[in-house]
């Protein structure tokens, strides 16, 4: 029994759908058989519908208020005329100025700045044993040749083996001070890194600046404060974060040991900030290492 689209449909979808017929003619409400659909493998369908030949569709190029007006019927004249009103009105807008070519400073005073503003790691041991600043006459020059390269400034390691290296909260901040005045004096700012891990043993370390004595005594009494590999053996370089809330460091935790670190460099150094000792708030900041 030959079946139209629509027989075969209603048969496989369970319901019966009456097929399209011409006008005045009457549509068939027989039921379907289904023993009468030959169910055909899909393996062997084909299509035997006539190929046509279809052209590529035609790419436009995205149409302004100019153009727009040169082809009727594509856009509404309302269209047209609210994108000439907006191109007219933007073309009277004055240029906005960047902020990269203008600083506002205090008193509404305008500086014309231009550029990444470029700051210089100085070396790893700038400060040394007995809290000095290392070859002071070189880092002197070192700073003046900087300023007049137009660098904004330097950025140092402000290491917690050498501040509180003899006792817990005795901070001996005498070399790093000698540095920040020597930077205010050439007009550079200052980035000041707190380090409290060991400098020496990794690559590019030039100098060994262990971790504050009391500290690795404390380590050495309870070797789990330090990180420890597969084959046990202990990394004294960095206090392991597993105890950070735990008062393993003579009654404080470690933590608070570097809270206290700062909070002490912030109260002694107060005259200095957010004038010679500043935050990276630069998105772009170049930076290289002195040496």
Not at 87 to 92: E, H, I
Not at 255 to 269: E, G, K, L, T
Request: glycine residues 8%.
């Amino acid at each position: 029994m030959a079946l139209n689209l629509a027989h075969q449909i209603g048969t496989l979808a369970g319901t019966q759908i009456v097929a399209e017929v011409p006008t005045g003619a009457q549509p068939s409400t027989a039921p379907a058989n289904v023993s009468g659909v030959r169910k055909v493998p899909l393996a062997s369908l084909r299509c035997n519908a006539p190929a046509e030949t279809v052209s590529p569709p035609m790419l436009t190029p995205p149409l302004t208020p100019r153009s727009a007006a040169n082809r009727s019927g594509m856009t509404s004249p309302k269209l047209r005329g609210d994108l000439s009103a907006a191109c007219q009105a933007y073309g009277t807008l004055a240029p906005v100025e960047s902020t990269e070519e203008v600083a506002w400073k205090e008193g509404g005073k305008k500086e014309e700045k231009g550029g990444v503003p470029v700051y210089v790691m100085m070396p790893l041991d700038s400060v040394r044993y007995g809290n000095t600043v290392n070859r002071k006459k070189a880092m002197n020059a070192s700073l003046q040749a900087l300023k007049s390269a137009g660098v904004e400034g330097i950025m140092i390691d402000v290491w917690w083996g050498l501040v509180e290296r003899e006792a817990p909260g005795a901070y001996n901040w005498g070399g790093y001070a000698e540095l920040l005045e020597m930077a205010k004096k050439h007009g550079l700012k200052v980035q000041a890194v707190m380090s409290f891990h060991q400098c020496g043993g990794n690559v590019g370390d030039s100098c060994t600046i262990p971790l504050p004595k009391w500290v690795t005594e404390e380590m050495d009494k309870n070797p789990d404060l330090a990180y420890t590999d597969q084959w046990g053996r202990r990394n004294y370089e960095y206090v392991s974060l597993g105890c950070d809330t735990l008062p393993v460091l003579k009654g404080r935790t470690p933590v608070q040991c570097y809270a206290d670190f700062m909070r002490a460099f912030r109260d002694n150094f107060k005259h200095l900030l957010g004038d010679t000792i500043v935050v990276n708030h630069v998105p772009s900041v170049a930076f290289f290492t002195f040496v």
